[in-house]
């Protein structure tokens, strides 16, 4: 199967302009790839939605350039203040703030609100000279050995190598491939959230309401540089959201509802990640409960690990995404599932995703073969591969920060070429 054609055809169509989408187009535009991105809705959405960016993420947004500016615009997340009423009963964090480290730079959760996330990648993407097409759904495509010709709701046909569904959940990219979303729908289980203005509470604590049954009550989390808090409550769904919480802290008014929605606690993953030239990432493969924060960051790993192997355009390349993604998005699925039937609020170790690996896979060689490596991170950013010497061998370490290769140099030569990897090498000792 050829790899990308970089002439007057789009390389890579990319469907869905989240998170996963548009690491996915940063990753290829700045390797020169011809690609299009495509949006259904007519302009970007303002929710808050998934705001906690793990440990890990944060490398990969070091990496695409855009570090500085979620830093600067997000924060850390407030201690945790639980009332009954109006009296204090508790104060907790979700994870204990930790230094920096030279094998960790990012050591803490970040809040950052989806929609401004969304924005800094854009931004980023416009750097690189490419656009989301807004307003662009796509409406359906066929794919034969030469490419896949995908049709958009504006009656443009595109022709292009690959295309990649980041639509979502309820993604037309997997249901039109026919490929099955195995999981359950917690039909009795809805999630409420909503971005709202209040007076009655501060900034420095994320406020919580408990009820006299488990899981009743609602919370208010402050969002970082905005006067907006996020509402997150699991009680039956109301029409009126001061009736909610008039019930929990009659003390407490809202003095506007900016955004609203509600959702079924679905968890569920596809049952292929690709099919051909077509392949699914982020919430169009896996969706995840909200325990843990895992979903976004999820899908922004797929995106990181699928743009450098189709930049590269080796079929045995490419063939590795969905071996190592989906071994990688059952064990998250696990993890957010058990962390949401034990009500179970806390982070580290078990949800920055640092320790999420490849180990067994085909590109894994050796016996630190798919290990983050965790150094070097300076000598990583770029697209590039890097050769790491050391007494007895070398590691050769992957675009994605992952070590692909632990072993003699002499061998190197053929497990390079044996993936189609041309690109030199960038040395540097151990």
């Not at 600067?72 to 230094?99: C, F, H, M, N, S």
């Not at 390079?416 to 040395?427: C, D, M, V, Y």
Request: hydrophobic content about 35%; overall charge negative; glycine content about 14%.
């Amino acid at each position: 199967m050829a790899g990308p054609i970089v002439g007057g055809m789009t390389s890579v169509l990319i469907v869905g302009s989240g998170p996963t989408g548009l690491t996915l187009a940063i990753e290829l535009a700045r390797r020169g790839v011809n690609l299009r991105i495509v949006e259904r809705s007519a302009e970007p959405p303002t929710g808050v939605r998934g705001k906690g960016l793990q440990p890990r993420t944060l490398e990969v947004f070091d990496d695409l350039g855009v570090i500085d500016e979620i830093l600067a615009t997000g924060g850390e997340y407030p201690l945790i203040r639980a009332y009954k009423g109006g009296e204090i009963v508790q104060e907790v964090r979700l994870d204990e703030i930790r230094e920096p480290s030279p094998d960790v730079p990012y050591p803490n959760l970040i809040m950052q609100p989806q929609w401004r996330t969304e924005r800094i990648l854009r931004d980023r993407l416009a750097e690189l000279g490419h656009e989301v097409e807004f307003g662009a759904e796509l409406t359906g495509f066929e794919q034969d050995d030469e490419g896949v010709s995908a049709t958009l709701g504006t009656g443009e046909t595109v022709r292009c190598s690959y295309l990649v569904g980041a639509d979502g959940g309820k993604s037309t990219v997997r249901k039109q491939l026919g490929v099955g979303f195995a999981g359950e729908t917690y039909e009795s289980e809805r999630m409420l959230l909503a971005d709202v203005r209040t007076r009655d509470v501060d900034h420095d604590y994320w406020h919580a309401w408990g009820g006299e049954a488990e899981g009743e009550g609602f919370a208010v989390c402050p969002l970082p540089h905005t006067d907006l808090f996020q509402l997150v409550s699991l009680s039956p769904a109301v029409d009126d959201l001061q009736t909610l919480v008039t019930k929990y802290a009659p003390h407490v008014h809202l003095d506007e509802v900016v955004w609203r929605s509600e959702y079924r606690v679905n968890i569920r993953m596809a049952e292929r990640f690709r099919v051909g030239r077509v392949f699914l990432a982020g919430d169009a493969a896996h969706v995840h409960s909200p325990a843990g924060g895992q979903g976004l960051n999820t899908g922004v790993q797929d995106a990181y690990n699928l743009g450098w192997k189709l930049a590269g355009g080796s079929e045995k390349l490419i063939a590795t995404y969905e071996e190592e993604r989906m071994a990688v998005a059952e064990q998250v699925l696990g993890l957010s599932t058990r962390l949401y039937r034990d009500r179970d609020m806390k982070r580290g170790d078990d949800t920055n995703q640092l320790g999420l690996a490849y180990f067994g896979c085909a590109l894994s060689v050796g016996e630190r073969g798919g290990e983050r490596l965790g150094s070097h991170f300076e000598q990583q950013r770029g697209t590039g591969w890097l050769l790491i010497e050391q007494d007895g061998g070398v590691l050769a370490v992957r675009p994605d920060g992952y070590i692909g290769y632990d072993g003699d140099e002499g061998g190197l030569s053929a497990y390079l070429s044996g993936f189609g990897i041309e690109a030199p090498l960038t040395r540097a000792s151990s």
